[in-house]
């Protein structure tokens, strides 16, 4: 079987789950809205998802690297996913919606970073970019965050849940011919786990990326938000996401060139000063069309910036802890930073409204910005000296 044929399965599963994540992120803080919750109550909500990114995905992928699966896995948490957003859309109290909000995302975050893992693991084992494959994920995102947002605009926010679910039972059913990526070491055991939590490069860097990450979390949570406070449609919010991922793709789909020039860290330091620009960008904003011309700037960043961080973790994690570590990664990356995030940003939204949180956005990752550049001038950011831990 070629290469291309076998990542069919692959691909199709990034099309479909992350065409679902697209309704959380792209319209959730909406639909929250459209329930009666104010901005720091959509925070808490927010947060929720944000806390269970820091548990679940570390959880999860230690039962992966234990059982030398990530198939099983993503079957147990899909399904998890499936009931619990059934149960979830169906509440209408803010205490009843944070307990089944915990209970959804257990299942759901781990998600994007096992099948990151996996994506990491098969294009290692055929010997294709990373990159390549991850780019579907931002296929499935552009096209649902289009799709849907002129079907919710024009059906009600309240109807999310549908379009949620056809995307889920997609990536349910593709998980039956999807191949298992090959573990060809001993299953670990819990005190091998203390190889991440005493990899000083590993958590240095992400000490320093978490002041960037932060402000990519709270876009996510509240640019929808922001685009209506400009006098946006649920319509406009989709295209937004549309432009935004389109980019991303296209830099996900070009990674394995741009990766042979230069070191990894350069473009993460190079992505870090593109935020910084957008952000301050986004906060002199004064129409919802600015905010959606400027969200080609979304590829040159997360893009960028999250392949290249992906990819340099990568070699900091030994083999045996891939899964684990990839989804330590993916907790801070999405979960703790999600709850800082959530938190700050509601607070900041509900009293100085979204342009005084853009500007905020843009000063916190200017100060990340100098501590990635420090990081690289210290020996644990030469890599040359980057070793995989055995």
Request: positive net charge; aromatic residues 16%.
């Amino acid at each position: 079987m070629s290469k291309s044929r076998s990542l069919i399965p692959l691909k199709s599963l990034f099309i479909s789950y992350h065409a679902s994540n697209t309704i959380l992120i792209s319209f959730l803080p909406l639909y929250l809205q459209f329930k009666g919750l104010n901005g720091t109550e959509i925070g808490w909500v927010l947060a929720v998802e944000s806390f269970a990114s820091i548990l679940a995905p570390p959880f999860w992928g230690y039962l992966s690297d234990k059982y030398k699966t990530i198939k099983k896995i993503l079957f147990i948490c899909v399904i998890g996913l499936l009931i619990g957003s059934t149960f979830f859309f169906q509440m209408n109290t803010l205490p009843t919606i944070l307990l089944m909000g915990a209970i959804f995302y257990f299942f759901a975050s781990p998600v994007g970073g096992l099948s990151d893992s996996f994506a990491q693991r098969r294009a290692n084992e055929l010997n294709v970019s990373f990159g390549s494959i991850r780019m579907w994920g931002s296929v499935g995102f552009a096209i649902s965050s289009l799709i849907v947002g002129e079907v919710l605009a024009r059906f009600g926010i309240q109807y999310m849940v549908w379009p949620y679910l056809i995307f889920g039972m997609m990536a349910l059913c593709i998980l039956f011919p999807l191949k298992d990526v090959t573990v060809e070491s001993e299953p670990i055991n819990f005190k091998d786990v203390r190889k991440i939590v005493t990899n000083k490069p590993f958590l240095l860097f992400l000490s320093v990326i978490i002041f960037i990450t932060i402000t990519h979390r709270i876009n996510d949570y509240f640019m929808a938000l922001y685009i209506t406070e400009l006098g946006g449609s649920e319509e406009l919010v989709g295209q937004a996401w549309f432009v935004g991922v389109i980019a991303e793709a296209a830099v996900f789909a070009l990674a394995r060139f741009w990766f042979k020039k230069y070191r990894t860290l350069i473009f993460i330091i190079i992505a870090s000063i593109i935020y910084t620009i957008r952000w301050f960008l986004y906060g002199i904003a004064e129409d919802p069309m600015h905010v959606i011309a400027l969200q080609f700037l979304h590829g040159l960043t997360f893009g960028v910036f999250y392949t290249a961080s992906f990819e340099y973790v990568t070699r900091l994690i030994p083999k045996t802890l891939q899964s684990t570590g990839h989804l330590v990664f993916f907790s801070v990356y999405f979960g703790l930073s999600g709850v800082i995030g959530s938190l700050v940003g509601g607070g900041i939204m509900e009293a100085f409204g979204g342009s005084t949180l853009y500007v905020t956005m843009g000063w916190l990752t200017a100060i990340g910005t100098v501590l990635l550049i420090l990081y690289h001038m210290l020996p644990y950011g030469k890599e040359n000296i980057v070793r995989e831990m055995e």
